[in-house]
Each structure stands twice: as C-alpha cells, then as structure tokens.
T-cell receptor, first 114, second 114 residues
Framework: AQSVTQLDSQVPVFEEAPVELRCNYS??????LFWYVQYPNQGLQLLLK??????LVESINGFEAEFNKSQTSFHLRKPSVHISDTAEYFC????????????FGSGTRLLVRP | NAGVTQTPKFRVLKTGQSMTLLCAQD?????MYWYRQDPGMGLRLIHY???????AKGEVPDGYNVSRLKKQNFLLGLESAAPSQTSVYFC?????????????FGPGTRLLVL
C-alpha cells in the first residue's frame, strides 16, 4: 500500500518569491509520482509527473519537481511565483499494478500575495 | 472534444433519498474512476473500472454502487444518502496502455445531504 504526506496545508508567499511545496510518500514497491493543480471551483489538472528516467521533471509554466528515492520525496518548486499560481496543489502516487489507482495527499493551498 | 463531463453540477438531497451521478468521457479511455474530495483529506477513490462491464472497489466504497455498461459512461449511485456523503465528487479517466498514466478529471459534482 502507498501513502502520501503533504505537511503544509497552506503556504502563503509574495509574488515573484520562490516557493517549495513538500511531498513525501511511502511505498513498498516502485511508484509513479504526480503533481496535480486545482484552481477554484474546477477539477484537477496534471501539472507534472515522474514515471522514469531523469529525476528532475518540469512543467510548461515554470514548476519543477525532483524525485528523491532515498528520501522518498517529490517536492514541487518554482523560482518565481505569480498571482495566477494561487491554487491547491495535490501530490499523488500510483503503483504499477493494472489498476493505476492514484493515492492523493491532503493538498497544499498556495496563496500568492501581491 | 469535451473531455470528461459530469452531471449534475450541484445537488441537494435529503437523508435516505437516492440519486445517480453521471460521468461521460469522449476520449475512448479504458479506465474510469470516481473520487470524493473532502476538506483536509485530498481525494479518495470510491470505485473504479478498468473496462466496459467491469468495476472494482476503491478506498471508500461503502454506501456507493457503480456501473459501466458503456465504455464512455461511468455511473455512481447512492441508494440511501447520508449526511456523511456530503462531498465534492470527481470522475476521472485514462487510457489503458502503459505509458499513459495521466488521469483526466471532470469539473466535479457538489452534493449536499441534509
């Protein structure tokens, strides 16, 4: 079984400042890792994912995450945030069995202030 | 393509009433999932389907039933609604082949059980 921990329920930050959203996971088997973003009153959208290969993955809007197997972490970072990045961010893991079920963390609300 | 759609968008039920939530996808995806989202708990998997005519239990299946009679539709039923089922329900779908692990989410159905 897998589990995901997002320790920070809310992260306030000023516009143009850097941000890191933390994600740690637990699993006895290899996993795929994901970050999803949810804007107010909308469904979830995939931000980025790690399946294999390079441990550093990037999104098209400037976010990046690094898979660290030894620390079982997949933290999300952005060097300079914008007001429009205000949203809730969910880290998720999926086992490699045939169901590909997602196990989500409890979410981190990123609040970007001007 | 409309992607993943959900009906209704919002519903109020009285305790003991029944209802069906409809999820439809036009991407010819094999896998479909139903999640519920509650504050501070992220998304939890209710039921899922790996193909037409198949269903399986997720993390929190009690009080819900599902059916996948057509590949493009995945129905979630509440036979006797309870206040504990007040939540936002999300449907998701994904392709069946390996390497296509991204799940695509609908906009959600907000359910209030009085």
């Amino acid at each position: 079984a897998q589990s995901v921990t997002q320790l920070d329920s809310q992260v306030p930050v000023f516009e143009e400042a850097p941000v890191e959203l933390r994600c740690n996971y637990s699993s006895s088997v290899s996993v795929y890792l994901f970050w999803y973003v949810q804007y107010p009153n909308q469904g979830l959208q995939l931000l980025l994912k790690y399946l294999s290969g390079s441990t550093l993955v990037e999104s098209i809007n400037g976010f990046e995450a690094e898979f660290n197997k030894s620390q079982t972490s997949f933290h999300l970072r952005k060097p300079s945030v914008h007001i429009s990045d205000t949203a809730e961010y969910f880290c998720a893991v999926s086992g490699m069995d045939s169901s590909y079920k997602l196990i989500f963390g409890s979410g981190t609300r990123l609040l970007v202030r001007p | 393509n409309a992607g993943v759609t959900q009906t209704p968008k919002f519903r109020v039920l009285k305790t003991g009433q029944s209802m069906t939530l409809l999820c439809a996808q036009d991407m010819n995806h094999e896998y479909m999932y139903w999640y519920r989202q509650d504050p501070g708990m992220g998304l939890r998997l209710i039921h899922y389907s790996v193909g037409e005519g198949t269903t399986a239990k997720g993390e929190v299946p009690d009080g819900y039933n599902v059916s996948r009679l057509k590949k493009q539709n995945f129905l979630l039923g509440l036979e006797s609604a309870a206040p504990s089922q007040t939540s936002v329900y999300f449907c998701a779908s994904r392709r069946g082949d390996s390497g296509q692990e991204t799940q695509y989410f609908g906009p959600g159905t907000r359910l209030l059980v009085l």
